[in-house]
């Protein structure tokens, strides 16, 4: 069964440095979501791709996060310089164009900044 | 802006008891609305969904009605299994054009032996 990948799956990294997340859709699905879940609390969209282009990054902190999908394919998202308030949950998601309710989500990346 | 409210976890049932989660939420137009679950390591996972009012979503013997004149998605099972522990997301669907999905904060379920 087709599924997202995500890696890496846990990340420590120390507050001013640099974190990259990597991200693989299902196979077909143009647009992908990523996601930032705070413990104790539900998913929040930090930006939504539909194949190249961002449709919606109204939550990305523009400051120190940005994201990509040269391709159309696999994404990054970047933090950069990474703070404590930043340790959180990264949760990348897929789905067909329109089909919002579809979304199939990742195992996600657990990043905890020291 | 689109808000959902979850009940408070975590819920602790034993095996076989009924659950119900509440779910309210706030939106303009008329959205559809979700439950998904997240497994202990996975990623979520759709439960089932409702898209317009009074329907009702349902899948491995989990429901939940959309009632408009409530605006609620409770969701509910007659008998749950240790099996169904588990966290447990309301969201929802807006109806703009980029159907941004929002979701409540999750309720932890455990269903003890």
């Known amino acids: 069964e087709a599924e997202v990948a995500q890696s890496p799956r846990y990340k420590i990294t120390e507050k001013s440095q640099a974190v990259a997340f990597w991200c693989d859709p299902i196979?077909?699905?143009?647009?992908l979501y990523w996601y930032r879940q705070i413990l104790g609390q539900g998913p929040e969209l930090l930006v939504q791709?539909?194949?190249?282009?961002?449709?919606?990054d109204s939550q990305l902190p523009k400051d120190r996060f940005s994201a990509e999908r040269l391709k159309g394919v696999d994404s990054t998202l970047k933090i950069q310089p990474a703070e404590l308030g930043d340790s959180a949950m990264y949760l990348c998601a897929s789905s067909f164009p329109g089909q919002a309710s579809e979304q199939y989500f990742g195992p996600g990346t657990r990043l905890t900044v020291t | 802006g689109d808000s959902v409210t979850q009940m408070e976890g975590p819920v602790t049932l034993s095996e076989e008891a009924f659950l119900t989660i509440n779910c309210t939420y706030t939106a303009t137009g008329y959205p559809s609305l979700f439950w998904y679950v997240q497994y202990p390591g996975e990623g979520l996972q759709l439960l089932l969904k409702?898209?317009?009012?009074?329907d009702k979503g349902s899948n491995k013997g989990f429901e939940a009605t959309y009632r408009k004149e409530t605006t609620s998605f409770h969701l509910e099972k007659g008998s749950v299994q240790v099996s169904d522990s588990a966290v447990y997301f309301c969201a929802l669907k807006d109806s703009g054009g980029y159907q941004k999905v929002t979701f409540g904060t999750g309720t932890k379920l455990q269903v003890i032996p």
């Open positions: 196979s077909g699905h143009a647009t």
């Open positions: 791709f539909q194949d190249e282009s961002v449709v919606d």
């Open positions: 409702a898209t317009k009012a009074d």
